[in-house]
């Protein structure tokens, strides 16, 4: 894309409620989509977030980009190609 990074985040605010005992077994993860490339709109789904207590899963919302990241130039592009083929 034209900038090298797209800031993602969700829609809305998230709030889970566990048992204070628990708090400990709390574990939140991020999931990119991957593969991912330029054109990039706003509001887009970029993957997920996941809650687990414990083992199990207790909120999966999706990521969302935060702002657009159009298609670079032609150099841009080029340069962003020969990457990838080292990613």
Known sequence: GEYDHTPVGLSEDLTVLVPKSQRDNI???LHLDSGLEAPIT????MGEIRVRLGDE??????VQALADNP???LVKRAVDSVWMWFQ
């Open 57 to 62: 899963t207790i909120a999966t919302v999706p």
């Open 42 to 45: 706003t509001g887009q789904v």
């Open 27 to 29: 574990n939140v993860t």
């Open 71 to 73: 298609e670079g130039g």
